[in-house]
């Protein structure tokens, strides 16, 4: 029983170290963003109850909280980590979000054209990626609130400093 315990323990932990290094490499490391940022970036969107609120690299449903219970969106989840991904839906059940979509997927394969508001904690390399993504799929109006890296030759709407450790770059898709 004990061996059994060990061996789902271990698998555990090494699906989480596999697929957190490759999301590492692609995308960014598990970090979260401080809920001020998320809030004050929701404000400066206007978001309104009912849009729809990607955040590409989820984690733990850290901001997809804030934005569900605080603004009252529809919240949408894209995390590489199956295991990690399944810590977001406790969290987000355990706080009474009974509505999310949160899938275990690279977010560089899924569709974006959807969203209201998209958030990013990624990297810099990971924002250029993301840059020609955002240009094809996504329509007039829809917002980008990116912490700490800005879109790679894009102006920003607003820069956001609000004493967190990193700017909030907030901006709006102006043509299709
Ligand atoms: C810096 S954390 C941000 C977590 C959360 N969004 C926040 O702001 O607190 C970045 C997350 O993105 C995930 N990630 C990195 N690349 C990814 C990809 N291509 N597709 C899906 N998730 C990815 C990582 O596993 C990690 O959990």
């Known amino acids: 029983m004990y061996g ?8 555990f932990l090494v699906a989480i170290s596999a697929r957190s290094i490759y999301g590492f490499v692609i995308g960014a490391p598990i970090l979260f963003s401080p809920k001020k940022a998320t809030e004050d970036a929701l404000l400066e969107c206007q978001a309104k109850p009912g849009e729809i609120f990607y955040d590409l690299g989820s984690g733990t449903g850290r901001t997809m909280l804030v934005a569900a219970k605080k603004f009252g969106l529809h919240v949408c989840g894209f995390e590489l980590s199956p295991p990690i991904a399944f810590v977001a839906k406790c969290n987000l059940w355990l706080h009474g979000v009974r509505k999310s979509n949160i899938y275990s997927k690279n977010f560089y394969h899924a569709d974006l054209s959807g969203a209201d508001i998209i958030f990013c904690f990624l990297t810099p390399k990971a924002m250029l990626r993301l840059k020609s993504k955002f240009e094809r799929e996504l329509s007039t109006g829809t917002r980008i609130i990116s912490y700490a ?5 894009w102006k920003p709407e607003k820069v956001i400093r609000n004493g967190t450790p990193g700017k909030v770059f907030y901006y709006i898709i102006k043509n299709s």
């Open 149 to 153: 890296f800005s879109i790679p030759g």
């Open 4 to 11: 059994i315990f060990l061996l789902i323990l271990a698998i």
